[in-house]
Nanobody
Framework: QVQLVESGGGLVQAGGSLRLSCAAS????????MGWFRQAPGKEREFVAA????????YYTNSVKGRFTVSRDNAKNTVYLRMNSLKPEDTAVYYC????????????WGQGTQVTVSS
């Protein structure tokens, strides 16, 4: 069974940094785009960032551009999200995702990791 397991979430003060990691098991995603979504309390789940299979192309939602960096290590079957200059509005459950379908949604999702940014 394919699993995406996130780690690295936690509580941080505004202006601080965190790095999320997501390790995939049971299959390799080296030929697939991977990415991150998040869901804040009372809000819909939203796209945060994505990275192409080779790592040569990255995509970000406007609110995190310049602060977040998505990267991947295909040898480790792992994707990362470096988050700098965190703001209270970044508080959410962050989900690792893999293999985007033609509709633009991922086929695979992790269980999520909580990120809380205090003011």
């Amino acid at each position: 069974q394919v699993q995406l397991v996130e780690s690295g979430g936690g509580l941080v003060q505004a202006g601080g940094s965190l790095r999320l990691s997501c390790a995939a098991s049971a299959r390799t995603f080296s030929s697939d785009a991977m990415g991150w979504f998040r869901q804040a309390p009372g809000k819909e789940r939203e796209f945060v960032a994505a990275i192409s299979a080779s790592g040569g192309n990255t995509y970000y939602t406007n609110s995190v551009k310049g602060r977040f960096t998505v990267s991947r290590d295909n040898a480790k079957n792992t994707v990362y999200l470096r988050m700098n200059s965190l703001k209270p509005e970044d508080t959410a459950v962050y989900y690792c995702t893999a293999r985007f379908n033609p509709g633009g949604l991922p086929d695979y999702w992790g269980q999520g990791t909580q990120v809380t940014v205090s003011s």
